[in-house]
C-alpha cells in the first residue's frame, strides 16, 4: 500500500554528475526524515545522506560530502539526490527510505561510474 520508487540512474564516467529522483507514496513522507542508501556488490547497505521534515538540517557520510546535495519536495513527495564528481568508488544500487526504514525497500536505481 506505501511504495517507494527511485529512479535516475545510469551510467556515467568518472566526474560526472547525476540526479536521482525518489518518490514516495502515502502520508509519511512529509513527517519524516528521509535518507538515501547505497549497496554496492558483496557490500552491506550503506548510508550515504540524510535530510529532516523541513528540509533544513542535512548530514553526509564522509565519503560524499561536498559532492552529494540531498534535497526534497514535500508537495511532490520526492526525495532527491544530486551527485557530482562521480568517482567509480560511488556505483552502487541506491534505495531511498525513511530514516527509520518504515517502508519496503523499493528496486533501487543503478549507478554505474566507469570509463
Known amino acids: 500500500q506505501v511504495y517507494l520508487v527511485e529512479s535516475g540512474g545510469g551510467l556515467v564516467q568518472p566526474g560526472g554528475s547525476l540526479r536521482l529522483s525518489c518518490a514516495a507514496s502515502g502520508s509519511i513522507f512529509g513527517v519524516s526524515t528521509m535518507s538515501w542508501f547505497r549497496q554496492a556488490p558483496g557490500k552491506q547497505r550503506e548510508l550515504v545522506a540524510t535530510i529532516t521534515p523541513g528540509g533544513f538540517t542535512t548530514n553526509y557520510a564522509d565519503s560524499v560530502k561536498g559532492r552529494f546535495t540531498i534535497s526534497r519536495e514535500n508537495r511532490k513527495k520526492t526525495l532527491y539526490l544530486q551527485m557530482n564528481s562521480l568517482k567509480p568508488e560511488d556505483t552502487a544500487v541506491y534505495y531511498c527510505?525513511?530514516?527509520?526504514?518504515?517502508?519496503?525497500w523499493g528496486q533501487g536505481t543503478q549507478v554505474t561510474v566507469s570509463s
Open positions: 527510505n525513511t530514516h527509520a526504514r518504515e517502508y519496503s
